[in-house]
């Protein structure tokens, strides 16, 4: 059948098929028709059907450039106002295929923001960010509390994008103070500071009185940026009398780098809180002394601490650096909670950058060597703990070549470089690093190259078959990485450097 043909027989199912043909007859007309046909498919926009209506505004989104203009806007605009939220979705769609630019379908655009339909709010947000404008300020203001992720975050970006304009902005400040609580959350986390001067006495009230928890979180969170001594007060004064875990939490993270002794009572009276008691154990942290330094030694040896509570005491305990931190967080290392782990190895991570005592140091390396697999995204985090401990060097060198994970191995090797730490074995590392010139991981090829540079600085000696080891750095010159031909280049260079010498 012929093109002709075909859009004759959509034109005769138009006027005498059911209602399921006139509407396929409508995006079949869309699809091959010309700009004589718009007129047709205008008809079928005012059918009585729904399904027809819906085809009529696939077939104008189809048809392309509409010939009819005016007409043509009108009805996509009617049919943006549909009582079905399927035509209502096929119209909103067609006028974006259009390119329709007019004030009528910008205020349709505006006004479906507001529509029950998810997809039609989705739909008229994208329209009316592609057209560069916010459309019904209030109405866009409104989605902030929008249960739907895909509703409100679009409408957040699409207010940050057109922030500058006086009536975002004063809609925004409107909503903080008085919006729905999921508009008044988003709103409140993006006021602006000159807003939050001006609208601070409703703040300050909210901070207590606020009709959810949510909101005040929120509140605390704009509060915490204004620098206003009586802000602060107020912000403590709150603490002190939250009975809500959720804003508790809130509060003490706001509040707990501060080390104010005002933390103390409150982080000690949420402790045992399964949500608060990681910002409350944070905050002991952050204020030290003695009650602190007992609280927190009790949590790292009370078996009934909640996995959470215990990671955080362990990082907070670390940081103190407590004469005692290293026997209480190596024991942690073997939690079965993977977040333990973490807290007492960030623990001894901060311990780390003041120097572990020399009775401690033996300790740290077996406990981290054994448990340097343990989590891939925290080997750095242990590598860092580990540089410059010449106690774990021999476990490295048995580490090397036994494990299979690619990240431990570069690890192992760069904390064999000579350059972190050395012993009686380094001058015989080298026949070890050299292997690991080919291994099929680049972090690992790098890290080799880079110790054996340093090696060769270190010890001050030029390798047997040193030719060979020449060939193999220079072969590297080929290699994929910038990182390793850099890192061979500069192992070449120490060993003429050694040989001028």
């Given at each position: 059948?012929?093109?002709?043909?075909?859009?004759?027989?959509?034109?005769?199912?138009?006027?005498?098929?059911?209602t399921?043909?006139?509407?396929?007859?409508?995006?079949?007309?869309g699809k091959?028709?010309?700009?004589?046909?718009?007129a047709?498919?205008?008809?079928?926009?005012?059918?009585?059907?729904?399904?027809v209506?819906?085809?009529?505004?696939?077939?104008?989104?189809?048809?392309?450039?509409?010939?009819?203009?005016?007409?043509?806007?009108?009805?996509?605009?009617?049919?943006?106002?549909?009582?079905?939220?399927?035509?209502?979705?096929?119209?909103?769609?067609?006028?974006?295929?259009?390119?329709?630019?007019?004030?009528?379908?910008?205020?349709?655009?505006?006004?479906?923001?507001?529509d029950?339909?998810?997809?039609?709010r989705?739909?008229?947000?994208?329209?009316l960010?592609?057209?560069?404008?916010?459309?019904d300020v209030?109405?866009?203001?409104?989605?902030l509390?929008?249960?739907?992720?895909?509703?409100?975050?679009?409408?957040?970006?699409?207010?940050f994008?057109?922030?500058?304009?006086?009536d975002?902005?004063?809609?925004?400040?409107r909503?903080?103070?008085?919006?729905?609580?999921?508009?008044?959350?988003?709103?409140?986390?993006?006021?602006?500071?000159?807003?939050?001067?001006?609208?601070?006495?409703?703040?300050?009230?909210?901070?207590?009185?606020?009709?959810?928890?949510?909101?005040?979180?929120?509140?605390?969170?704009?509060?915490?940026?204004?620098?206003?001594?009586?802000?602060r007060?107020?912000?403590?004064?709150?603490?002190?009398?939250?009975?809500?875990?959720?804003?508790?939490?809130?509060?003490?993270?706001?509040?707990?780098?501060?080390?104010?002794?005002?933390?103390?009572?409150?982080?000690?009276?949420?402790?045992?809180?399964?949500?608060?008691?990681?910002?409350?154990?944070?905050?002991?942290?952050?204020?030290?002394?003695?009650?602190a330094?007992?609280?927190?030694?009790?949590?790292?040896?009370?078996?009934?601490?909640?996995?959470?509570?215990?990671?955080a005491?362990?990082?907070?305990?670390?940081e103190?650096?407590?004469?005692?931190?290293?026997?209480?967080?190596?024991?942690?290392?073997?939690?079965?909670?993977?977040?333990?782990y973490?807290?007492a190895?960030?623990g001894l991570?901060?311990?780390?950058?003041?120097?572990?005592?020399?009775?401690?140091r033996?300790?740290?390396?077996?406990?981290?060597?054994?448990?340097?697999?343990?989590?891939?995204?925290?080997?750095?985090?242990?590598?860092?703990?580990?540089?410059?401990?010449?106690?774990?060097?021999p476990?490295?060198?048995?580490?090397?070549?036994?494990?299979?994970?690619?990240?431990?191995?570069?690890a192992?090797?760069?904390?064999?470089d000579?350059?972190?730490?050395?012993?009686?074995?380094?001058?015989?590392d080298?026949?070890?690093?050299?292997?690991?010139?080919?291994?099929?991981?680049?972090?690992?090829r790098?890290a080799?190259?880079?110790?054996?540079?340093?090696?060769?600085?270190?010890?001050?000696?030029?390798?047997?078959?040193?030719?060979?080891?020449?060939?193999?750095?220079?072969?590297?010159?080929?290699?994929?990485?910038?990182?390793?031909?850099?890192?061979?280049?500069?192992?070449?260079?120490?060993?003429?450097?050694?040989?001028?010498?």
């Amino acid at each position: 059948m012929t093109t002709d043909h075909q859009i004759a027989f959509f034109l005769r199912e138009l006027e005498t098929g059911d209602t399921w043909r006139r509407a396929a007859a409508a995006k079949g007309l869309g699809k091959l028709g010309g700009t004589e046909h718009a007129a047709v498919l205008l008809r079928a926009a005012a059918d009585s059907a729904p399904e027809v209506r819906e085809g009529a505004a696939v077939g104008l989104g189809r048809l392309g450039v509409p010939p009819a203009g005016a007409a043509v806007v009108q009805a996509l605009c009617a049919l943006m106002d549909d009582v079905d939220p399927w035509v209502r979705r096929q119209a909103s769609l067609a006028s974006v295929r259009l390119g329709l630019r007019d004030r009528e379908v910008v205020d349709g655009y505006a006004r479906l923001l507001g529509d029950p339909d998810y997809h039609l709010r989705i739909n008229a947000l994208e329209a009316l960010r592609e057209l560069g404008v916010p459309g019904d300020v209030p109405a866009l203001v409104r989605l902030l509390g929008d249960p739907a992720h895909g509703i409100w975050g679009r409408a957040r970006a699409m207010i940050f994008e057109f922030g500058k304009d006086p009536d975002i902005q004063a809609e925004v400040a409107r909503a903080a103070l008085w919006g729905a609580d999921g508009a008044r959350v988003h709103a409140l986390l993006m006021l602006s500071d000159q807003h939050t001067d001006r609208l601070l006495p409703s703040l300050l009230k909210d901070l207590t009185d606020g009709p959810s928890a949510e909101v005040r979180c929120a509140v605390a969170f704009r509060l915490a940026r204004v620098k206003h001594p009586e802000t602060r007060d107020a912000l403590f004064a709150a603490l002190a009398a939250e009975r809500d875990p959720a804003v508790a939490r809130q509060l003490l993270f706001l509040l707990g780098r501060s080390g104010d002794q005002r933390l103390l009572g409150p982080a000690s009276r949420w402790l045992s809180e399964e949500r608060a008691g990681p910002s409350a154990a944070a905050a002991l942290g952050a204020v030290g002394g003695k009650t602190a330094t007992r609280l927190l030694r009790t949590l790292l040896t009370d078996p009934a601490t909640t996995p959470p509570t215990l990671a955080a005491a362990a990082k907070a305990y670390g940081e103190m650096g407590r004469w005692d931190a290293v026997w209480l967080l190596l024991p942690l290392l073997d939690h079965a909670a993977a977040e333990v782990y973490e807290g007492a190895l960030r623990g001894l991570d901060a311990m780390a950058d003041t120097g572990f005592r020399p009775w401690e140091r033996a300790a740290v390396a077996r406990g981290l060597v054994a448990r340097l697999g343990v989590a891939p995204t925290l080997v750095g985090v242990a590598e860092r703990v580990l540089t410059g401990l010449a106690e774990a060097l021999p476990g490295m060198r048995e580490l090397v070549d036994r494990t299979t994970s690619p990240m431990v191995r570069a690890a192992a090797l760069s904390l064999l470089d000579p350059h972190n730490a050395t012993d009686a074995g380094t001058p015989h590392d080298l026949p070890l690093l050299v292997r690991h010139l080919d291994d099929g991981n680049l972090w690992v090829r790098q890290a080799a190259a880079e110790a054996i540079a340093h090696w060769v600085e270190e010890t001050g000696t030029l390798p047997a078959g040193e030719e060979r080891l020449r060939e193999r750095l220079a072969a590297l010159d080929s290699d994929p990485s910038a990182h390793v031909r850099e890192a061979a280049a500069e192992a070449l260079r120490a060993l003429d450097d050694c040989r001028n010498t």
